[in-house]
C-alpha cells in the first residue's frame, strides 16, 4: 500500500459485504441443489426404475436381433448386385448395350441400388434407435447406483446446517454493511478531504510535468528568441517564466498536502479502531473521575457518566480506600449516589485500586479499563499490554470519552 493510501483496515470493512454476499450465494447454491436431491431421492421409485431398464434391455436385444438380420439382407442385396454388374457388357461394347438382355441387367442393378439405398436408410435408423436405448437403459442404472449410494440422513444433516449457516451468513451480511453505513457516515467528510487532497496533488503533478516540459524545451532551444518564447509560454501558463521555480513552488505544495493526507489517514484509522473494538464491559478507575485538573469535584463527573453508559456497557466502578475520607461519607453512601445501574467497589482500607481494577478486567478481552493511568509498572498484565485502557478528560462540566464517543455534561 503507498504510503496515503486509505488505511487498510477501511478496505476490509469495505470489502466484507461483497464477500460474505459472495459466500452466501454459493451456500444458498448449495443448499438449492441439495433440498432438489433429497427430494428427487425420496420421490425416487426403484422398482419402476428397475422396470424400465428391464424394458430397455430387452428393446436394445431386438433391435440388435433386427440390426443383424438386417445386415445380412442389405449383404445378399450387395451380392446379388455384384453379379449382375458382372453380367453387364463392357462400355468399350457400346453395341452391346442396347440388346434387350442388357436393359434388363441395367434396369435390375437399378432396382437393388433403390433397394440398398433404402436397407442402409432403415439399418442406420435402427442403430440410431438401438444407441439412445443403450443410454437410456444406461442412464438410468446409474440413476438406480446413484439412489443406493445416496445418504440421506447425511444429507438432510448436512442441508440443516448449510440453512443454518446461510441464516448466520445472512446476519453477518447485515451486520457489516450496517457497520460499513456507520462508518461512512463518521468518516464522510474525512474521504471528502482525502478526495479534495488527492485531487489537489494530481493537479500539482501535473504542473510539474508541464514545467519539466518547458524546462526540457529551454534545453533543446537552438538560440536565445527560441528561450525566450518558451519563457513567455511558462508565464502565460503558470504566471512566473521560470519552469524550475514551478517545480520548486509545486513540490512545496505537494508534501504539505501529503502531510496532511497522513493527518487524515490517522484520523480515518482512529475511527474506524473504534468501530472495530468491542466493548462489553468498562471497569473505571473511580478516584481519577473525581477530579477536574487539581481540583476535587466528588461524584458529579461520575454520576452524570455512569447514567449515560447505563444503555450501553455493563460498567463497574472502583475506587481507592481514600474515597471515603474524601467524600466525608460511607460505602454505601458512595453506592446509593452511583445508583444501581453500576457495580460500586472501594478498595480495602489503606490500599489503592489500581490491581483491583487491572484484576477485574485482565481475563475478558472485551473488558476495558477507563482511566487516565498509564499502570506503566505493571505491564505483566495483559489488559496494560493490549491498550485496552481508555483515557478521558474532565474540563468545563464536561465528562469527554473520545474513544467511546462519548461527550457528557454535569452540574
Same mark, same amino acid.
Given at each position: 500500500?503507498?504510503?496515503?493510501?486509505?488505511?487498510?483496515?477501511?478496505?476490509?470493512?469495505?470489502?466484507?459485504?461483497?464477500?460474505?454476499?459472495?459466500?452466501?450465494?454459493?451456500?444458498?447454491?448449495?443448499?438449492?441443489?441439495?433440498?432438489?436431491?433429497?427430494?428427487?431421492?425420496?420421490?425416487?421409485?426403484?422398482?419402476?426404475?428397475?422396470?424400465?431398464?428391464?424394458?430397455?434391455?430387452?428393446?436394445?436385444?431386438?433391435?440388435?436381433?433386427?440390426?443383424?438380420?438386417?445386415?445380412?439382407?442389405?449383404?445378399?442385396?450387395?451380392?446379388?448386385?455384384?453379379?449382375?454388374?458382372?453380367?453387364?457388357?463392357?462400355?468399350?461394347?457400346?453395341?452391346?448395350?442396347?440388346?434387350?438382355?442388357?436393359?434388363?441387367?441395367?434396369?435390375?442393378?437399378?432396382?437393388?441400388?433403390?433397394?440398398?439405398?433404402?436397407?442402409?436408410?432403415?439399418?442406420?435408423?435402427?442403430?440410431?434407435?438401438?444407441?439412445?436405448?443403450?443410454?437410456?437403459?444406461?442412464?438410468?442404472?446409474?440413476?438406480?447406483?446413484?439412489?443406493?449410494?445416496?445418504?440421506?440422513?447425511?444429507?438432510?444433516?448436512? #442441508?440443516?446446517? /448449510?440453512? &443454518?449457516? =446461510?441464516?448466520? %451468513?445472512?446476519? $453477518?451480511? @447485515?451486520? *457489516?454493511?450496517?457497520?460499513?453505513?456507520?462508518?461512512?457516515?463518521?468518516?464522510?467528510?474525512?474521504?471528502?478531504? #482525502?478526495?479534495? /487532497?488527492? &485531487?489537489? =496533488?494530481?493537479? %500539482?503533478?501535473? $504542473?510539474? @510535468?508541464? *514545467?519539466?516540459?518547458?524546462?526540457?524545451?529551454?534545453?533543446?532551444?537552438?538560440?536565445?528568441?527560441?528561450?525566450?518564447?518558451?519563457?513567455?509560454?511558462?508565464?502565460?501558463?503558470?504566471?512566473?517564466?521560470?519552469?524550475?521555480?514551478?517545480?520548486?513552488?509545486?513540490?512545496?505544495?505537494?508534501?504539505?498536502?501529503?502531510?496532511?493526507?497522513?493527518?487524515?489517514?490517522?484520523?480515518?484509522?482512529?475511527?474506524?479502531?473504534?468501530?472495530?473494538?468491542?466493548?462489553?464491559?468498562?471497569?473505571?478507575?473511580?478516584?481519577?473521575?473525581?477530579?477536574?485538573?487539581?481540583?476535587?469535584?466528588?461524584?458529579?463527573?461520575?454520576?452524570?457518566?455512569?447514567?449515560?453508559?447505563?444503555?450501553?456497557?455493563?460498567?463497574?466502578?472502583?475506587?481507592?480506600?481514600?474515597?471515603?475520607?474524601?467524600?466525608?461519607?460511607?460505602?454505601?453512601?458512595?453506592?446509593?449516589?452511583?445508583?444501581?445501574?453500576?457495580?460500586?467497589?472501594?478498595?480495602?482500607?489503606?490500599?489503592?485500586?489500581?490491581?483491583?481494577?487491572?484484576?477485574?478486567?485482565?481475563?475478558?478481552?472485551?473488558?476495558?479499563?477507563?482511566?487516565?493511568?498509564?499502570?506503566?509498572?505493571?505491564?505483566?498484565?495483559?489488559?496494560?499490554?493490549?491498550?485496552?485502557?481508555?483515557?478521558?478528560?474532565?474540563?468545563?462540566?464536561?465528562?469527554?470519552?473520545?474513544?467511546?464517543?462519548?461527550?457528557?455534561?454535569?452540574?
Amino acid at each position: 500500500m503507498a504510503p496515503n493510501d486509505l488505511p487498510a483496515s477501511l478496505q476490509v470493512h469495505r470489502s466484507r459485504p461483497a464477500k460474505i454476499a459472495n459466500r452466501l450465494a454459493t451456500q444458498r447454491e448449495l443448499h438449492g441443489k441439495l433440498g432438489q436431491a433429497i427430494e428427487h431421492y425420496k420421490s425416487f421409485d426403484t422398482e419402476l426404475e428397475n422396470i424400465r431398464v428391464h424394458n430397455l434391455d430387452e428393446t436394445a436385444n431386438e433391435l440388435s436381433k433386427k440390426i443383424a438380420d438386417k445386415d445380412k439382407i442389405q449383404k445378399k442385396i450387395f451380392q446379388e448386385l455384384r453379379e449382375v454388374k458382372s453380367r453387364q457388357s463392357n462400355p468399350l461394347a457400346f453395341w452391346k448395350m442396347f440388346t434387350p438382355e442388357q436393359r434388363l441387367l441395367r434396369a435390375e442393378v437399378d432396382r437393388l441400388a433403390r433397394d440398398i439405398s433404402a436397407s442402409e436408410k432403415r439399418l442406420k435408423n435402427d442403430k440410431d434407435a438401438l444407441s439412445r436405448t443403450i443410454e437410456s437403459a444406461r442412464r438410468a442404472r446409474s440413476n438406480l447406483k446413484q439412489h443406493a449410494n445416496f445418504n440421506l440422513d447425511n444429507s438432510e444433516r448436512l #442441508y440443516s446446517e /448449510l440453512g &443454518s449457516e =446461510i441464516k448466520r %451468513l445472512e446476519e $453477518d451480511y @447485515a451486520t *457489516a454493511s450496517a457497520e460499513l453505513s456507520r462508518i461512512e457516515v463518521t468518516i464522510r467528510s474525512h474521504i471528502q478531504e #482525502y478526495d479534495r /487532497l488527492k &485531487s489537489s =496533488i494530481a493537479t %500539482l503533478n501535473a $504542473d510539474i @510535468a508541464a *514545467a519539466d516540459r518547458f524546462d526540457q524545451e529551454l534545453s533543446a532551444a537552438a538560440n536565445s528568441y527560441e528561450r525566450a518564447q518558451i519563457h513567455q509560454k511558462c508565464e502565460v501558463k503558470f504566471g512566473t517564466r521560470s519552469p524550475k521555480y514551478v517545480t520548486k513552488d509545486r513540490s512545496g505544495q505537494i508534501r504539505s498536502l501529503e502531510n496532511n493526507l497522513s493527518k487524515i489517514n490517522r484520523r480515518i484509522s482512529d475511527e474506524i479502531r473504534k468501530f472495530d473494538r468491542k466493548i462489553e464491559y468498562l471497569v473505571i478507575d473511580g478516584n481519577n473521575t473525581c477530579y477536574e485538573g487539581q481540583s476535587f469535584i466528588g461524584l458529579r463527573a461520575i454520576s452524570a457518566l455512569t447514567a449515560e453508559l447505563a444503555s450501553r456497557y455493563k460498567a463497574t466502578v472502583v475506587f481507592d480506600a481514600s474515597i471515603r475520607s474524601l467524600l466525608k461519607t460511607d460505602t454505601q453512601g458512595i453506592e446509593r449516589a452511583l445508583g444501581s445501574t453500576v457495580s460500586t467497589y472501594v478498595a480495602p482500607t489503606k490500599t489503592a485500586a489500581d490491581e483491583y481494577i487491572l484484576k477485574l478486567a485482565n481475563e475478558n478481552q472485551n473488558t476495558y479499563i477507563l482511566s487516565n493511568d498509564r499502570y506503566a509498572e505493571y505491564h505483566e498484565y495483559d489488559v496494560v499490554k493490549s491498550g485496552r485502557c481508555i483515557r478521558f478528560m474532565i474540563a468545563d462540566n464536561k465528562f469527554m470519552i473520545n474513544d467511546i464517543d462519548i461527550l457528557v455534561n454535569f452540574q
